[in-house]
Structures are given as structure tokens and as C-alpha cells.
């Protein structure tokens, strides 16, 4: 049995008179793929940004590893190899795909301007060394031949695939994905989905995805949770999910693609 990665203890979190997150706890395997779902307003989004540092919870804990991470800043939480995507991609427009990769890893030496006088061959060498890198995680992906396009020319799928690239740019421990599939052709959505499933099982990497359309959630994704009113409604297999009745009546009988 896999061990606990991310634990979520009763958290509470409003804004003003809405409550988003309403004594949610929810536990995240290591090595996992775990699907989020619900109606809109459920509290998914806000869930996200509490774990990951982009909000403050107004009570409750969080845990990484056994380590209390509650209000740990989220380029702290960088550091420590938990990453975000969002549901509207955030690449640098002007940027070609590998500068876009480039400038992922943190504490790099030319960004000091002392250093850069002094030690240009360390500096040289430290970019050929992050250049290796980018090119290998653009191959892993599948996507070298994008390596010198501007990153504001890629297509919605194309930039949901730079994103999962920048995180094996610091080698991720766990990625939260916000709607990778949102607005994707079908055949760029297989490969995204193969790349998740890629990154998890041979890279080890722990995800946990919101997503829309529960085809793609039931391929991937093994648990399924269900938050209904900020809070966990229901947590099972996929099949266990679409079989339950609580869940049929609060999100799959509204919409959801099936």
C-alpha cells in the first residue's frame, strides 16, 4: 500500500459570507493519480490553492511527507517539489519553448550579476547542463520539434504539455493539475494522458488532477474523489463513483460528460 504523500485535516475556507471549503479532508498516495471532480462552487479550485500555498486557510492543516505545510509560501512549497498547473495556461508568450524551460530551475548562478563577472565558464557550463535537461524532458514529451517556437504560438493542448515540461524541469514530487483537458483537441488529449501516465510510472511522480470530463478522469485516475459544499462527498474507484447514488443526484446526473 502506497504511503500517505498529501494529507488534508479540516480545512475551512471562506470568503466573506461563502464558505469554499467546509471541514475538507482528504489524504493523496504517493505515486498515485488522483482525481478531483464535482459541481462548480464545490471548493476544487480553492482546495488547490490552499495546498499549494496560493491561499491561506482560514483553519485546519496540511501535510507533506508526515511535515505540517499550512501556510508555507508557495515558492517555498516550489522548492520542495510541489507544483501546479493552471486552467489557463501560464507560459512566457514571447519565449521560445526551451527558454521557457530554462528558466524553470531556481538559484541559478547567472542570475547573480557579481557571480556572472567572475565565474562566466560555471556559468557556461550550468547552462549547457539545464539546456541537456530541457532537450530531454521536450523528447520524454514528445514535443522537441516545438523547441524554438514561441511559446504564444502553441496551441491550447500544445501549452497544457509545456506546462507538465516545466515541472519535470525541477523534478516535481507531486503536480496539481487544474483542467489539463480543458478546451483540448482529442488527439493532443491522448498525449497528454499518456505523458501523465508516463511521468507516474516510470518517473514516480504523484498527481492529482480536477477535471470535467469523467471519460478522461476514469482512464487515469485511481482514487476518484467527490467534493460536494467544500467538502468530501464521496472517494472510490471510478465505477464506484459513477454507481453511487449521492454522487449521481449532487454531479454526474448534471452534466457531467459520461
Known sequence: MSEILVKVENVIKTFGGLVALDG????IKDKSITGIIGPNGSGKTTLFNVITGNLKPDSGNIFYNGIEITNTES???FHLGILRTFQIAHEF???TVIENLMVVPGNQRGEKLLYSLINSQKIKKEDKA???KAIDVLQFLKIEHLKNERAGNL????????ELARTM??????????EVGAGVNKTLLKDISESILKLNQDKGYTFCMIEHDFNFISELCDPVIVLAEGSVLFKGTA???KMNEEVIES???????K
Open 130 to 132: 539545464i539546456k541537456e
Open 239 to 241: 465505477k464506484e463513483v
Open 75 to 77: 515558492h517555498e512549497l
Open 93 to 95: 508568450t514571447n519565449m
Open 251 to 257: 454531479y454526474l446526473g448534471k452534466g457531467v460528460k
Open 169 to 178: 524541469m525541477v523534478d516535481a514530487k507531486i503536480v496539481f493539475l487544474d
Open 24 to 27: 475538507c479532508s482528504l489524504d
Open 155 to 162: 496551441s491550447g493542448g500544445q501549452k497544457k504539455l509545456l
